[in-house]
């Protein structure tokens, strides 16, 4: 585990430079790097429109404070981390046509037009990424609802252009978040955390900013 901590912040950026070049990265590569995108991490710094557009996909409401729109998400995707557990623990095979598709549904994917075959993939796919790979959670739902028009197939390279296109001031906080000791004092970092700084009293402002529900 502590290889995987070893990341480096030089490294996501060299990451997401290549994946915005739209280069071909190993597989397990995405999914490594794919883990620093961490949910109340990214859910704290992602933009209003984004927010709005999670919430849409996700069939919440979506009005309100933004820091209203963080917690509506928060709190289901803490339901969807104990569904996935559960789903995992008695089997994908045990669910039934119905039950697949509203776990589909529930998740941003696909629910209508598959076969029980198909809906099982998608699920088992799903699972794989979310408990088998500590993928987060936010990343799948952002990987399907922001890259609809992606020409990628393989889960993987839908999660590379889903990170590719995150907001830069996302990206930013989750290089800071694995910068090692070491990397902390370089000139790039300490340019990176100003603006980070900047940018989390943007955020704190629109949070609170009061709005009608």
Known sequence: ANDEQQATAQEL???IDRAKHGEMIRTEDV??????FKDELTLDNIPRPQLVTLCKYMGLR?????GFLRFQLRTKLSGLKEDDRRILWEGVD????????EACRERGMRATGLSTDGYRQQLQQWLDLSVNKSVPILLLIMSRAFTLESKAFQPEEVLRDS????DAD?????????ASRAEANTTELRK????SIEFQNEVQANDTTSSIY
């Open 62 to 66: 979506p009005y309100g404070a933004d």
């Open 192 to 195: 990176r955390r100003l603006e």
């Open 31 to 36: 999914t490594r790097l794919a883990r620093f």
């Open 94 to 101: 045990s669910l039934n046509k119905l039950e697949l598709q």
């Open 13 to 15: 950026v060299d990451f």
């Open 170 to 178: 996302v990206i930013n906080e989750v290089v800071l978040d694995a």
């Open 163 to 166: 990170i590719s296109s995150m």
